[in-house]
Structure formats: C-alpha cells, structure tokens
C-alpha cells in the first residue's frame, strides 16, 4: 500500500493519485447535521443532497474559488478521501497537493493545516501549472516560454512557465461556476423562473457553448415560476446561451491577456510560437479553444485529459517526492 498520495482539491470535485495511478475522483461535497456540524455523507453521495436536504442536513462545499471555505468540512473530507484510498488503515501518508497559483500564505497553511489534521505526516504543495505541466510531460526546464491556462469550476490559473518555475502568473477568480450563475440570472430575467446550480450545470453540459453553432440546440428544462411558485417548463437554445456566456468569456481572456502583458517580449514570442496549452474541467466547453484563439491571435492546444491531468502531474512528482519538492519552486513545504 503505498503511503504517498497526490491531491487535486477543486472547487468541484477532489481528485487522488497514487505514484502509478489514479485512486479517487469524487465531488468535493460534504454533508453535515447542521446543528452538531457532523458529517453524514461525503463526495458523489453527498452531491444530490445539494439543495435537497431538511433544515438538519446541509450540504456543503468546503473549496470555493481554490481556498477553503470551511475549514471544518475540507478537513473531514480529506481525512475521508484519504482512508478511503489507504482502505481505512491507520498510517501518517505523505500528501502533496496542488494550489492554485496566486494562493495567498493564509490560505497556503489551512491547506497545509487541514491535511495534518486529517492524518498527513509530510505536506508538499505546488502550483496547479506546474502540475499540469508535469502531467503533460512538457520540458519547462528551457529558457524558452510556455503558457498553461487551467479553467476549473472555482478559478482561472494562467502562467508562462520557463527555467523550471513560474515566470509570471495569475489567479482569477473566474471558472465554470461563473457560466452557471451567469445563466441562472439570464433565465430569472428572461423567463422569470428561477433555476438552482444543478439544472444550470445540466443546461450546460448538454447545450452549453461560447461560439455560434452550424445547428442550434435546444433544450426544455424546468425551474420555479418567480410569481407563481408553481414549477414550470421552459425553452432555451445554445445561441442564447452563447451571448449569456460572452461576459464570461470575455473575463478569462482578459487574465490571460494581463499575465502575456506583464511577460517578457523573448518569452511573449515563444508563446505566440507554440501555442497557449489548455486544461480544466470548462476548458471542454463546446467553442471556448476557438473562442481564446480568436480573441487573443495565439494557436490553441487542448490536452486529451484536461479534467485529470493535474492530479496525474502530482502522482508523477510522488514517484520522486523529494528530489521534487526541493526541484522545482513551486514546491513549497511549511514547518510544522
């Protein structure tokens, strides 16, 4: 049984590699007894919970925008996740996890802290670019500019890696949530029905898109009359959807366009020469490669797993965990 494991928090779901493979992907979900504040159920059975509990039961997420917002929650959660892939067996593993980028130190040691509680003896973080380059097996250890954007549910990670670390970097506060709640509005405005995160998740995933498609699709989902209170039925199609998300859209191009300002001409050039590499959950939405490409004038590359391959850049650093730690500066540990 292998003691060292590699996590990918997100704000969505929480993903575990061993050194040779990956162990856990379930929804970073909890649900607690809201009085007692106990857990009762954790990942992809606590997810159908969300705004389906009684007043004693909520569900909660314990990781929004990449930084923890309940502390007690995220620390259940992890010490869950990990017995669950050590098979509950009592042993002090060696965690290392990624961040995003721009992590303030407040929220860099309750990641830190939140692990040792739930059970880690040694706690190694790297900046989720780095990781994502390590899981793409993308040499950064040139004096030659590499540009990863990593879209998650929570955040926007944009960094120009060179020399083995980052060069420039920023951290958004924009993700596949903000498509959601953009939506959520339109329809409350549009349609005056009201719409929870689930159906506007379900919206997305099936008709979702940030460019004008050849054959419009359309969708009938239901929501909550705003007058009536009474359920009801509504139309909507993926070209409005696409003018709902341009807002958005336009957001993350602008990070992206912020840290290329701030990078060096050399490494600005190298980009512009390569391409800009794309991962993340939102990054598979239909039209957003197409969409940044236009906007900034770069090639687009899309991975062939942008949802895993963070986590499976951490499993890949385990096999080595203390040659990379000192490696690479993105690899911080903190003092007990």
């Not at 292998?2 to 061993?18: A, E, K, Q, V």
């Not at 929570?154 to 993700?175: N, P, W, Y």
């Not at 379900?202 to 004008?212: D, F, R, T």
């Amino acid at each position: 049984m292998p003691s060292d494991f590699g996590l990918d928090i997100g704000s969505c779901r929480t993903i575990i590699y061993s050194p040779k493979e990956q162990v856990l992907s379930e929804a970073s979900v909890v649900a607690v007894e809201t009085k007692s504040g106990e857990p009762l159920a954790y990942g992809d059975e606590a997810e159908p919970m969300i705004g389906r509990t009684p007043k004693r039961i909520t569900a909660v997420s314990p990781i929004e925008r990449g930084a923890i917002a309940n502390y007690d929650a995220a620390e259940h959660m992890i010490q869950h996740f990990l017995e669950t892939v050590s098979n509950k067996k009592i042993f002090k593993a060696r965690v290392a996890i990624a961040t995003p980028s721009g992590i303030t130190p407040v929220e860099q040691r309750s990641f830190y802290d939140a692990c040792v509680a739930a059970g880690a003896r040694d706690v190694c973080m790297v900046e989720s670019p780095i990781a994502a380059a390590i899981g793409l097996d993308i040499n950064f250890d040139r004096p030659r500019g590499v540009i990863i954007v990593d879209i998650g549910a929570g955040t926007t990670d944009v960094a120009v890696l060179s020399m083995g670390g980052l060069s420039r970097f920023e951290s958004a506060h924009i993700g596949g949530m903000d498509f959601n709640e953009s939506l959520v509005k339109y329809v409350r405005k549009k349609h005056k029905i009201l719409i929870g995160d689930h159906t506007a998740e379900e919206i997305k995933l099936n008709i979702g898109s940030v460019k004008i498609r050849e054959l419009t699709l359309t969708l009938i989902s239901k929501g909550i009359n705003q007058l009536t209170g009474l359920p009801q039925f509504f139309e909507i199609n993926s070209n409005e959807i696409c003018k709902v998300y341009r807002e958005v859209m336009n957001s993350i191009c602008k990070a992206i366009g912020q840290v290329i300002e701030r990078t060096p001409p050399e490494m600005v050039a190298d980009i512009y020469s390569d391409g800009l590499i794309l991962t993340g959950g939102a990054s598979l939405m239909f039209g957003l490669p197409e969409f940044l490409g236009d906007y900034l004038g770069v090639t687009i590359k899309t991975v062939d797993d942008p949802v895993g391959c963070v986590a499976a850049g951490i499993g890949k650093a385990l096999r080595t965990y203390e040659f990379m730690r000192g490696r690479f500066p993105g690899y911080r540990l903190l003092d007990k």
